[in-house]
């Protein structure tokens, strides 16, 4: 009696998020949409395609939520809740990043730098996490998938809003680059950045999540079999891989733009290697490391 219960308000769970994902992905499109009308040059010439893109991706965010409401797998409901809670995280970071870039106009390093690295952290800990209760890895990336989903579309409901809503001063901000761009309206313009910004996030983030979720997952299967002596000194080399990845990332600030991608790439696998063993190495610490049930279905 008591599971059927407890499985209920797993279902319930599970299809409050299937609608969620629907009804962000459907606000997404209505955004997009009252955009284009408004500024039916931002889908002249190569905008027609970053329209079409967004529409196709959005369709395919619209199914993912469809099969979490129509899914019935247990663990598969668990993975994508424990992603979509994180995901509410993410995608709150995400609106703190978009409000400081429009009214901190020179930002300190350390506002630039924490959302990026907060993202690797959050999305390794979604695998992280769905492993220790599910031990799969299929599902840990489902989790982070889920993460990514839910990410996302909160990311573009408020950046769309914001850039519509505020369009003047977003339109200043855009100044040089469209002066650069050769379109004659601010406003068409403007719209035509939102589509192919929303191109690019709903393409990396769910790979992104794929990636960073399944290291997350290995990680801590891997630290789940390790003694205590082990994890702590997993926590020493990982602080100082975080300190190098953070201090190449800092450097390559300070250095003139061409040099800068050798830089920012060691940096951020670095950091991100590290940030994504952050949450086993804490689980294993605190002694709730591992998943005996998941010792086999891997």
Known sequence: MIYKHVEGIGMQRQHILG???????LLVLSLVAVGVTHHPASVQGSGSSLLRMDVALLLVYGIAGVVVWRQRACNANTAALVGAQIGLVLGAVQIVNHLIEAFVPIRPFVLIISPVLL?????????????ERTGSLVLAVTGGVSCAIVATLITLSFAISFNLFFAARVDWQLREAFAAS???DPGGFRVRNI???SSEILVRMPLFAICLAFAGAVINAWMGRESRRIAIAASFLASLMFAAGAS???????VARAARPPLVMSGVLLSGAALCAAYPICSILRGSGGNTKGSVNR
Not at 119 to 131: E, Q, R, T, V
């Open 195 to 197: 589509l192919e910004a």
């Open 19 to 25: 609608c969620a994902i629907i009804l962000g992905t």
């Open 248 to 254: 190449a990332l800092w450097y390559a600030n300070a």
């Open 119 to 131: 993202m690797p952290a959050l999305l390794g800990m979604a695998g992280a996490a769905a492993w």
């Open 182 to 184: 050769g379109m004659i």
